[in-house]
């Protein structure tokens, strides 16, 4: 009689939910579009083989402590502009657009969550400069024009560049390659880089496109795998195959021993 081994259950994944209503009066197209791609996000996590749990927030902003505690990794994805208090920049930009504070108050419990339990994190465009802003840095509220295009213009989805991945880095090894194209939709970027991560990307014009975890086992700083990119490798532009590798990379990351937990 023949015995098969029992499948190991999917490795939980938490992402935290877009907050901002796309029908609202007068409610940013940009927001429809995060609404829109964050459904492909979470179809990547599960086609990376993992379960995604959609983190929604409590009370006091924060997602329940018992979702976050069973999840072994995060996905924070793109979304409308952090608030600038966070980080000493003008409130009153012009060029800024939903900036929602529910939305900074969950995704800032999220990472926050990940970076002091040691927990894999990916940061998406938004993901990321959050990610940096919590670390003390800062971002540039609105780009200036340069010879590359880094927010789409004429009803465009999306602009296609290339980014320069730097040697050894983690966001090199998980694409085996020093350049690939990406999508990219954005008006912000990374200015001061915060404390424990260093810049492994950027595009032909300088502009920040990827930074990591750079602190040792000994730093107040050290912790699992963390990564945030600027583009959107959920885009199914410019190539399909570039969509899965980062959460492959994520997953590669879990801990066997600590996949138990709950499900969305």
């Known amino acids: 009689m023949s015995t098969t081994e029992p499948t190991a259950p999917a490795p939980l994944i938490g992402i935290p939910v877009r907050l901002s209503d796309a029908d609202a009066p007068g409610a940013d197209q940009r927001v429809l579009e995060a609404n829109r791609v964050f459904d492909d996000v979470v179809a990547l996590i599960r ?26 990794g995060f996905v924070v994805p793109g979304g409308g502009d952090v608030d600038p208090a ?45 990610l940096n802003v919590l670390r003390g840095g800062t971002l540039h509220l609105d780009l200036p024009r340069t010879s590359v295009a880094h927010d789409p213009k ?3 989805e999306w602009t296609v560049h290339e980014v320069a991945l730097s040697a050894g880095s983690a966001v090199a090894r998980v694409f085996g390659r020093d350049r690939i194209p990406v999508s990219s ?14 810049v492994s990307a950027r595009a032909d014009d300088g502009c920040v496109e990827a930074v990591e975890s750079s602190a040792g086992p ?45 499900r969305s």
Do not use: K
């Not at 000493?88 to 002091?116: F, K, S």
């Not at 927990?119 to 993901?127: E, S, T």
């Not at 939709?185 to 260093?198: K, N, S």
């Open 47 to 72: 086609a990376a083989g993992a379960e995604p749990v959609l983190l929604r927030p409590s009370s006091d902003g924060s997602p329940p402590d018992e979702r976050l505690a069973g999840c072994r």
């Open 218 to 262: 000994e730093s107040p700083h050290a912790g699992a795998w963390t990564l945030g990119v600027q583009w959107h490798p959920e885009a199914s532009v410019p190539s399909p195959e570039l969509r899965l590798p980062l959460f492959r990379a994520l997953l590669e990351q879990v801990r066997p021993e600590t996949q138990a937990g709950v």
């Open 185 to 198: 939709g954005h008006h912000q970027a990374v200015d001061r880089v915060g404390d424990g991560l260093r």
């Open 154 to 156: 004429n009803g465009e």
């Open 86 to 130: 966070l980080y000493g920049a003008d409130p009153r930009h012009p060029a800024l657009y939903d900036v929602n504070p529910a939305q900074d108050r969950l995704d800032t419990a999220v990472i926050r969550y990940a970076l002091e339990n040691r927990l894999p994190l990916l940061g998406i465009c938004r993901g990321m400069q959050l």
